[in-house]
């Protein structure tokens, strides 16, 4: 029974270190979509909306450049703990790839989610942690609703399909 049970253990670890971002321990794209995919089913089943927020890191370019790939690593743990810090329990923040961050909050609308983009973005302004050489590091590109999210998912789909 003991090695079942080790097995089990290592299958688990296997899946986390999978679906988890090593350099910010955030949900990885690769976690995000099953987690993302129910959320949109649930939320579609209530009637109820969901807000999909998508962050690119202004900078990081310039912050690596000038203070090294140790610099922008830096910034990314920071700006992904600060963030992971202001979402509730039941929203979810991501690493969606490279400098781009995915925040999901159900029950929120475009209103609601605007106003969490600029809380964030006066956060990290704010913050004397991240460093910078562009004091808009954070530009919160988009926020749309359930429908971009959806779409990207069918975008997704193909784009793993084409795939070899």
């Known amino acids: 029974m003991r090695s079942g049970t080790l097995a089990i253990d290592l299958q ?15 949900v990885n794209r690769r976690g995000l979509m099953p987690l ?17 927020l998508f962050a690119d890191l202004d900078g990081l370019k310039a912050i690596n450049d ?25 929203e979810l923040f991501a690493r969606y790839g490279g400098e781009e961050f995915l925040v ?6 475009e209103a609601g989610a605007r ?10 302004a704010e913050s004397q942690d ?9 530009r919160l ?7 971009l999210a959806e779409s990207h998912m069918r975008n997704e789909r193909a784009d793993h399909t084409l795939q070899p």
């Open 104 to 109: 999901m909050l159900p029950g929120s609308n």
């Open 115 to 124: 106003r969490f983009a600029e809380r964030l973005r006066a956060a990290i």
């Open 36 to 52: 993302l995919e129910h959320q949109l089913e649930v939320a579609r089943r209530h009637h109820e909306p969901v807000a999909v």
């Open 141 to 147: 590109l988009e926020s749309r609703l359930r429908r």
């Open 66 to 90: 000038e203070h090294g790939h140790l610099g922008g690593d830096f910034t990314l743990r920071e700006v992904g703990a600060m963030v992971k810090a202001t979402v509730r329990k039941e």
């Open 130 to 138: 991240v460093p910078r050489s562009d004091p808009r590091l954070l």
């Open 12 to 26: 688990e670890e296997l899946q986390r270190l999978a679906s988890v971002d090593p350099l910010t321990s955030l």
